[in-house]
């Protein structure tokens, strides 16, 4: 079945760090990636998607490219801010599926 | 533009009882699923509706049911309640569930169940 496997936190930084949250998957076709992101007591808000091959996904500093031959979606940041902690998820959904498969989930903590 | 609203946010129940949560999508949006968070198993998936038929379930018991109505609110039940039913419940919408080009799949704040 599918499956989402992201580098295992916690992750802490200092500010203006670069940031790389690894994230690899498996699925049979060509899923959709995302990347959610989860600050304290409260839900998902979609951070970046990428839904084909080589597509980049970008948000707020925020990058990750789909990469079909090493089945990854790494999550990267040139320069994190304390406003960035928060837990980040890494997902996939197939067509016709209508179900997204999570990893793990890591949390980084940005220190001043 | 409203986003997806989960009622209620923050409930207790007692093991056996049974519980109702409640979402409405946004506006427009057919495709409600639901996903239930734990410490322990991460976020799984329980079940998604599109014009109020079920597309596809997650591996849950039985105790688990949902159903959309015909305006795309939506509404899931925990029956029998157990300790290990304590969770967050998430809902979300999307156009059409695909998660493609142009159809983001938006989250609600959740509603945090606690079973005592």
Redesign the interface.
């Known amino acids: 079945g599918d499956s989402v496997t992201q580098m295992e936190g916690p992750v802490t930084l200092s500010e203006e760090a670069f940031l790389t949250i690894n994230c690899t998957y498996t699925a049979t076709g060509y899923p959709s990636l995302f990347w959610y992101v989860q600050y304290p007591g409260e839900g998902l808000q979609l951070l970046l998607k990428a839904t084909k091959a080589d597509d980049k996904g970008s948000n707020k500093g925020f990058e990750a490219t789909y990469r079909k031959e090493t089945t990854s979606f790494h999550l990267e940041k040139g320069s994190v801010q304390v406003s960035d902690s928060a837990v980040y998820f890494c997902a996939l959904i197939r067509v016709s599926n209508y179900k997204l498969t999570f990893g793990k989930g890591t949390l980084l903590t940005v220190n001043p | 533009k409203a986003g997806?609203t989960?009622t209620p946010r923050y409930l207790i129940k007692t093991r056996g009882q049974q519980v109702t949560l409640s979402c409405s999508p946004i506006s427009g949006h057919r495709?409600v699923?639901w996903?239930q968070q734990t410490p322990g198993q991460?976020?799984q998936?329980l079940f998604?509706y599109?014009s109020e038929t079920q597309?596809?379930k997650?591996n849950f018991p039985g105790r688990f049911s949902g159903r959309q109505f015909s305006n795309s609110r939506s509404e899931m039940n925990v029956s029998t309640l157990e300790l290990g039913d304590s969770a967050l419940y998430?809902c979300?919408s999307s156009l059409s569930?695909?998660?493609?080009?142009g159809n983001?799949?938006?989250?609600?704040?959740?509603s945090w169940l606690t079973v005592v």
């Open positions: 997806v989960q495709s699923s996903y991460g976020l998936f998604e599109f597309r596809n997650g998430l979300a569930g695909e998660g493609s080009s983001t799949i938006y989250f609600g704040e959740g």
